[in-house]
């Protein structure tokens, strides 16, 4: 009913970042080359997201903002293989419930799009034809959490955090999404700041000098490899590496979906560490997986269950020990 549906809604989105990562989500699935994340007053005043993604078809427009409608999987046997960021088609039922949502979208094989007011009940209010779209979506978010007080006087108190929390995120995205330009931009008043204008890159560590710096390229070991079917590869800070990275800088991705590190893994480049004395590295990890994984544990897809992690640690703490004896000899 309406409250297990709200109550549902405010869990599926927490916080203002989680609408921003949700959209950019729809954004990759829609297979773009360009993201662009503009915020006003922190996002307070509105998220949009636009895309040069396939746009949506007129068919799909009357079930978009309505629970469980996705276009991406359609059998109980596809959650098992799912190539998109996006399955559950919960998002933007779960964002119409908390704020107001506006999409200007053409979809690939028409001429003209459409801009679509819907309702707090995921229903169109108004579809009016915008004839200058170019192929693509626009999704707009405003009243962001109106009808949740509590989280409305959070958004304004920490609205600084929520930016920098952001910033992170969409860096994130640039850094794993190589193929496609991502930029952020902060309006505020009459100010326009790009926060984030990140281009194609022929790789992820080069992404990652583009991003935070050239010196990352020379600080950094490079490591692969496949354990049942699971590729890896990543870069991991040299151990007599001098040069000062922010300390969280520790990003993990399977299939290109930010999550946090497996715990497995994290202890054993911790213990490895640890064990040559040296300060905790910074590092990217990515896997890439056909099967044998589960990105369905929480909300927010961030925790990845992979089949032999217990193995995976092993190796990849062997590939990264061989890499320190190399450097301190
Ligand atoms: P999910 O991503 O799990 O399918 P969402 O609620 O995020 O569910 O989106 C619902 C549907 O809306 C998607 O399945 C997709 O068909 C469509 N959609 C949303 N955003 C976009 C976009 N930027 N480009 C194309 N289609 C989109
Ligand atoms: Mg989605």
Not at 236 to 243: E, L
Not at 265 to 279: G, P, Q, T, V
Not at 302 to 315: D, F, G, K, W
Request: charged share 30%.
């Amino acid at each position: 009913g309406e409250l297990s549906n709200r109550i549902c809604a405010e869990q599926a989105i927490p916080d203002m970042p989680a609408i921003v990562k949700e959209l950019i989500d729809n954004s990759i699935d829609a297979k773009c080359t360009i993201i662009r994340v503009t915020l006003t007053n922190c996002g307070i005043g509105g998220i949009e997201v636009y895309d040069d993604g396939v746009g949506i078809h007129p068919n799909d427009y009357q079930k978009l903002c309505l629970k469980g409608a996705t276009s991406k999987i359609a059998t109980i046997d596809d959650l098992k293989t799912i190539k998109t960021m996006g399955f559950r088609g919960e998002a933007l039922a779960s964002i119409s419930k908390l704020c107001k949502i506006e999409i200007i979208t053409r979809h690939k094989d028409l001429e003209i799009g459409h801009k679509l007011i819907y309702g707090d009940d995921g229903i169109i209010e108004k579809i009016t034809e915008d004839a200058s779209r170019a192929i693509g979506t626009t999704v707009k978010v405003t009243n962001i959490f109106n009808n949740v007080p509590v989280r409305l006087n959070d958004l304004s108190n920490k609205s600084k955090i929520y930016l920098k929390k952001i910033i992170e995120l969409v860096q994130a995205y640039a850094l794993i999404n190589i193929d496609k330009r991502i930029m952020l931009t902060h309006i505020e008043g009459s100010r326009r700041d790009e926060l984030i204008n990140s281009l194609p890159a022929q790789s992820v560590l080069e992404q990652a000098a583009n991003l935070f710096g050239r010196d990352i390229k020379k600080s950094m070991n490079e490591f692969y490899g496949e354990v049942d079917n699971v590729k890896y590869y990543g870069y991991i800070s040299k151990p007599n590496c001098a040069i000062k990275f922010k300390k969280d800088f520790q990003y993990c991705y399977f299939n290109k979906r930010i999550i946090g590190i497996p715990i497995k893994i994290k202890r054993a480049i911790a213990s490895l560490y640890k064990d040559f004395s040296m300060k905790a590295p910074i590092y990217i990890i990515c896997f890439e997986a056909e099967e044998g994984y589960d990105c369905n544990l929480t909300p927010d897809k961030t925790e990845v269950y992979i089949q032999n992690e217990e193995v995976l640690a092993r190796e990849i703490r062997i590939k990264i020990l061989d890499l320190c004896k190399e450097n301190i000899q």
